[in-house]
């Protein structure tokens, strides 16, 4: 990232960027919208495995369609397959991911716990996405790097996102941030309505796979990727794999 001056916060200059691009007019259209038809489609389908109805997996399937673009072939497929090859285990361990009555950190190690050792590798991301049935707007799907980035982007006290022990831990203290970064945000007069917010303003800023808007002025595109640490070339092929 950019050179501070030492008395500097770097929260000022993060809650800069993201008033920028959360009072931007395709906020909604590319960060939010999309992402809460998703998660509904998560939740009927929750919502047909604890009614013990079989379409279940039909629904998820649907979930895993259009317009998901959060998470990719490589996982989908395997995962896909498993579930509608063994319904009983992938049933009983989503009801477990799915439980409200537990805390979100049990809801996600249970899930894991539960998974067999021929269920394909499911990282703590895709975890994150089929948690989303829960409450899309409280519980959005992350990626470890971008995450990663805010946490040294913000001067937050840094941990290991991606690792693959403590699942439950890791996701429970990407929700403290993602509540710090709306804490921070009111503070500066930034009302950002939950943590689906966060996620969308984490993704704008901490990827280059988003360039500044050519409607900036050059001197605010530049000063952007000097916050962010772009290099002058970079090899960007987007989305961390989950």
């Known amino acids: 990232m950019g050179q501070l001056q030492p008395d500097a916060n770097p929260w000022d200059e993060f809650i800069k960027w993201a008033r920028r691009f959360y009072e931007a007019s395709d906020f909604e259209k590319w ?3 999309y992402k809460i038809v998703i998660g509904s489609n998560l939740i009927q389908a929750r919502d047909a495995l604890f009614a013990g109805a079989d379409e279940w ?7 895993f369609g259009p317009p998901n673009n959060l998470t990719n072939w490589r996982f989908n497929q395997p995962f896909k397959q498993w579930y509608r090859l063994d319904q009983d285990q992938a049933g009983s361990a989503l009801r477990v991911l799915w439980d409200t ?11 894991v716990a539960l998974l067999p050792s021929e ?27 971008f ?27 990407v929700l403290t941030f993602f509540d710090k970064v709306i804490e921070e945000a009111e503070v500066r007069g930034l009302h950002l309505r939950d943590r689906l917010d966060v ?3 984490i993704w704008r800023i901490a990827t280059t796979k988003y360039s500044p808007p050519s409607d900036w002025p050059e001197a605010d595109q530049r000063a952007f990727r000097a916050f962010r640490g772009d290099k002058e070339t970079t090899d960007d092929r987007g989305l961390d794999p989950i």
């Open 31 to 33: 960060e939010r919208d």
């Open 147 to 173: 995450i990663e980035k805010a946490l040294s982007l913000t001067g937050f006290p840094r941990f290991q996102v991606s690792r693959r022990s403590d699942k439950g831990a890791v996701y429970e203290r």
């Open 199 to 201: 996620q969308g303003i």
């Open 119 to 145: 269920a394909p590798r499911v990282p703590l991301a895709a975890v994150s996405f089929l948690h989303m049935a829960v409450d899309p707007c409280q519980y959005p799907i992350f990626r470890p790097m």
């Open 57 to 63: 997996v039909d629904l998820l399937d649907k979930a």
């Open 101 to 111: 009555a537990l805390s979100a950190s049990d809801r996600i190690d249970g899930f």
